[in-house]
């Protein structure tokens, strides 16, 4: 069994900056193989953000190329967690952000692509708002 804590988020305006931060906990831990967020903005269906595996392998949707940045914390190696560091922030970025975390197999450059579903232990999402 897997938990997931998100933290981070906020309001900002356009051009600004906004960090996300997750870990998984829980027995599960170190069967853990791929972290990151999908969001979901209102209206529309939840899309990939950024996504790593424990190979190394980081992916970013094409949107957010360049802006942000998804980390794992590697001072710890038996801790489990990531950050999302957001920069130049647009008002299409405003939706709610969350953490994902799965133990098995999956390629996340295919996941990236998807809404997620297929995918096992979720935060309880972060808002972002950006305004123009």
């Known amino acids: 069994q897997v938990h997931v804590r998100e933290s981070g988020g906020g309001s900002v305006q356009a051009g600004g900056s906004l960090s996300l931060s997750c870990e998984a906990t829980g027995r599960g831990l170190k069967a853990v193989y791929l972290m990151g967020w999908f969001r979901q903005a209102p209206g529309k269906e939840r899309e990939g953000v950024a996504l790593l595996n424990m190979d190394g392998l980081i992916v970013y949707t094409d949107a957010v190329k360049g802006r942000f940045t998804i980390s794992r914390d590697t001072q710890d190696n038996t801790k489990k967690a990531v950050s999302l560091q957001m920069n130049s922030l647009k008002p299409d970025d405003t939706a709610v952000y969350y953490c994902?975390?799965?133990?098995?197999?999956?390629?996340?450059?295919?996941?990236?692509?998807?809404?997620?579903?297929?995918?096992?232990?979720w935060g309880q999402g972060s808002q972002v708002t950006v305004s123009s």
């Open positions: 994902v975390v799965e133990t098995s197999m999956f390629d996340i450059k295919r996941v990236i692509h998807t809404d997620g579903q297929e995918l096992k232990y």
